[in-house]
């Protein structure tokens, strides 16, 4: 079913609710596309049907963009979505019978920069324009080839500079818009964290998965990675893949 949870055109999501009683765990999946309009939240569908047919609820997130390739910044407006999104499960889950105890964000790409970073949001200042008033608390992340350095070129990937879109600048022009949204920058986290990254995977380097678990385990968080042999880039959100079983298991593992 597609609920909204803002005013917005592109502040809605897809919840899926498994049959019978609850409380049901959650994963809030969030797409990639390189936090441009390029894709939306059906890329991500899918998968969500299949979780649910495990005993996952699934709220499948939609959120403001940038264009490709535009002039337009998605901060603050991208962030405050995601967060706005994640926060809307308080209002979903008596309804629905949600354990807020057990939500789990699972994004792929830039999906999975939203996802870890919404992880770390608790821990902004609450003067922060991005954090929101009262972030729900995750019990765990889990990223699908994700960008989780923002800042590097590498981990950029395909993304290219749409982060600085994104950011409204580069590094060097805005850094404390980067401290505030850069997995890289927010650990510890202190929420666990899976990493599922394919070895074949020529859009996301499997190296920035590799360089930020080793970077994330060094400031103290529990953080581990999935390395799914000869998989690329989609094969790690597509159900029909070979490599999907190997990616749903440790989906499952992260609740």
Request: with cysteine; glycine share 10%.
């Amino acid at each position: 079913m597609l609920i909204s949870y803002g005013s917005e055109p592109d502040q809605f999501g897809e919840l899926r609710v498994p049959p019978g009683r609850g409380p049901h765990p959650v994963a809030v999946l969030l797409h990639g596309g390189c936090w441009t309009t390029i894709f939306g939240l059906e890329q991500m569908s899918d998968m969500g049907e299949d979780l649910t047919q495990r005993g996952i609820a699934t709220w499948n997130v939609e959120f403001r963009r940038i264009t490709y390739g535009g002039t337009d910044s998605g901060h603050p407006e991208t962030f405050l979505d995601v967060g706005a999104a994640i926060d809307k499960l308080r209002t979903l889950a008596p309804i629905y019978d949600l354990d807020l105890d057990e939500v789990v964000t699972v994004g792929h790409s830039a999906g999975g920069h939203l996802g870890v970073w919404a992880a770390a949001r608790p821990n902004l200042p609450t003067t922060s324009p991005i954090r929101g008033t009262n972030p729900l608390p995750l019990s765990a992340a889990v990223s699908l080839a994700g960008v989780l350095d923002i800042a590097d070129p590498v981990a950029r990937g395909a993304c290219g500079t749409l982060a600085d879109q994104l950011l409204g600048g580069t590094p060097t022009d805005v850094p404390e818009r980067y401290a505030e949204s850069n997995p890289s920058e927010l650990v510890p986290i202190g929420v666990r964290q899976v990493l599922i990254h394919g070895t074949a995977d020529d859009i996301i380097p499997l190296s920035s998965s590799e360089n930020y678990r080793e970077h994330a385990r060094d400031a103290g968080d529990h953080v581990s990675l999935k390395k799914v042999h000869n998989a690329d880039h989609f094969d790690v959100i597509t159900p029909t893949s070979p490599k999907w079983p190997q990616v749903r298991g440790r989906i499952l593992s992260a609740f």
